[in-house]
């Protein structure tokens, strides 16, 4: 038998490649990565190192691969003198593994289907109008984030789960701050036990008054023992910290790419037509998925002549696939009537987005109700976007318009 130890191949660490100030990106660095070193070594603000994956082809398999699972906040990177298991974890949706996650999507795959949110688009255009109707009477220019974009998918969320939309000035900076761990952890994970006692207090209130929502039927499927109690609190947790950040920051991203660009707003505006594949090639163009996705390994992979070595962290960086030239034609140009998209903004797999239908009708219905009530909006002259510079994901914290 061969004992000769392998040798150590010296692999450089790079910077976590981030969106240039003042823009959502993507980084200028994708392109030279899927080139030249489509598995790189970067070096995550937070201090932890990670595998780096920029093609296409690569992310495709590797964000359904077996032997990668999502790690909790509170579980990675790993600490000195912490056990996994020591503190209270975010495990949402996207940690569950095995019989747990696959009874938890059997109980929610009625809700969020096609025919389903397709019944509930009226209510959905109705929490738009409620939003709008200020703003259309108001004076200009206005805010279209704080105003619109991002109390609209909070609003549809809390409807749609049964989360009392009164309470958002209380968990969206808790979920936040979980969603935003890569740069703040330890703010992270001191926020990660106070969602869970929201989420659990928001069940046991359920079970007492139950009403027409996801949390509802998951406390009855509890009570029937098809979900255990820790999956509906996953569930829960999984609509406050992804449920809505990531469609604010789709919507924003959408909305300011087409009003920079007039002419794309005003041709997708008078083409109801192209509003189904215009609303894929946003969710392709927009690099809100900036890798955010870590993964870690639980055996090794070989990729690119190096290996992932098990308990390593690997980031599939989904914004840097959907712009992969050899699968999108210009895949760096916004191109409304691209027919063959097949995007990776819900990942693949078991672990794909179970919300994809939810998320494409708020795109669907926040444009529509853009178009009809403010058909003649613009970005406002003399005003400009704040940006969150510091996250990987960006999208505008603000958005001047005037109509």
Known sequence: MNTTPEPVVDVPVIDMPLPPPGTMGPPEEYGRLRRECPLAKVRLPIGATAWYATRYADVKELVADSRLIRPSITDWPPRPGRA???????????ELEGPRHAALRRALSEPFSVRSIRSRLPRIRQSADRL???????????????????????????????????????????????????????????????LREYITSLLDHKRREPGDDMLSKLVREWERGTVDGESAVSFGLSMLVAGYRTSTMFLADSVHTLLAQPDQWDRLRDNADLMPGAVEELL?????????VVLRAVEDIELHGRTIRVGDAVLPVL????????????????????????????????????????ARAEMTVCLEALFDRLPDLRLAEGHHPIWEDESPSKSPLTLPVSW
């Open 84 to 94: 996994p298991g020591d503190e209270p974890g975010l495990i949402t949706m996207m």
């Open 319 to 358: 914004a840097a696939a959907n712009r992969d030239e050899s699968v999108f034609a210009d895949g760096d140009r916004l191109d409304l009537c691209r027919v063959d998209n097949p995007h990776l903004a819900f990942g693949r797999g078991a672990h794909n987005c179970i919300g994809s239908h939810l």
């Open 284 to 292: 392709r163009y927009m690099p809100v998925m900036n890798g955010v």
């Open 132 to 194: 709008l109707d200020p703003l259309v009477s108001g004076d200009q220019p206005g805010d279209l984030v704080v105003r619109f974009l991002e109390p609209f998918p909070v609003m549809v969320m809390c409807d749609l789960v049964g989360i009392p939309y009164e309470d958002s000035e209380y968990f969206l900076p808790k979920a936040d701050a979980a969603l935003g761990a890569l740069l703040t952890l330890e703010e992270g994970r001191e926020a990660t036990s106070q």
